[in-house]
T-cell receptor
Framework: EPEVTQTPSHQVTQMGQEVILRCVPI?????FYWYRQILGQKVEFLVS????????KSEIFDDQFSVERPDGSNFTLKIRSTKLEDSAMYFC??????????????FGSGTRLTVV | SQELEQSPQSLIVQEGKNLTINCTSS?????LYWYKQKYGEGLIFLMM?????EEKSHEKITAKLDEKKQQSSLHITASQPSHAGIYLC????????????FGKGTHLIIQP
């Protein structure tokens, strides 16, 4: 069964450093997402991406964050100047573009980011 | 913005017993998704409901969406240790908005 692949599974970084989280969505999917889950809290929507641009973003997704689809397969989340409160599990998701009413999202296994 | 409230927050059930988890939305649901998460791991898709009154089953798990499309329930029959985990409901708020809003989750523990 097709999967959304995220790398790395764990990342430890020093406060102030930049990190890039990588995702390979399912190949025929057209919509891509990043979500965040701080330990013990709910999964929160960060951003959606379609047709090589951001289609929606939440209040969390400020200038510290950026997304990119550098080639035909990868979808990345860059966090600049990381803060302690950026420590969380980051999930990538994708879905097909067929129809607006029925949306099937596939989630990756997540990248656990720890900022020290 | 849409809010999803799940109840209970946590649940301890003896193996073999039935249980129900609820998810209530502050707005009409255009799509309601149930996911399961092992603590600290990824989200596993269980079911998606769209129509008022819809009910879906997979193995021992049944999910329903009420007629008014503001509440969903997830029912597990004859619970097993493999059912343990965190159950999340997610909502598609429609109106052209993309992405899902999630509830805080229900932590299910199965006691042998």
């Amino acid at each position: 069964e097709p999967e959304v692949t995220q790398t790395p599974s764990h990342q430890v970084t020093q406060m102030g450093q930049e990190v890039i989280l990588r995702c390979v969505p399912i190949s025929n999917h057209l919509y891509f997402y990043w979500y965040r889950q701080i330990l013990g809290q709910k999964v929160e929507f960060l951003v959606s991406f379609y047709n090589n641009e951001i289609s929606e973003k939440s209040e969390i997704f400020d200038d510290q964050f950026s997304v990119e689809r550098p080639d035909g397969s990868n979808f990345t989340l860059k966090i600049r100047s990381t803060k302690l409160e950026d420590s969380a599990m980051y999930f990538c998701a994708s879905r097909e573009g067929t129809g607006q009413l029925i949306k099937f999202y596939t989630f990756g296994s997540g990248t656990r980011l720890t900022v020290v | 913005s849409q809010e999803l409230e799940q109840s209970p927050q946590s649940l301890i059930v003896q193996e073999g017993k039935n249980l129900t988890i609820n998810c209530t939305s502050s707005k009409t649901l255009y799509g309601l998704y149930w996911y399961k998460q092992k603590y600290g791991e990824g989200l596993i898709f269980l079911m998606m409901l769209q129509k008022g009154g819809e009910e879906k089953s997979h193995e021992k798990i049944t999910a329903k969406l009420d007629e008014k499309k503001q509440q969903s329930s997830l029912h597990i029959t004859a619970s097993q240790p493999s059912h343990a985990g965190i159950y999340l409901c997610g909502a598609d708020s429609g109106g052209g908005a993309d992405g899902l809003t999630f509830g805080k989750g229900t932590h299910l523990i199965i006691q042998p």
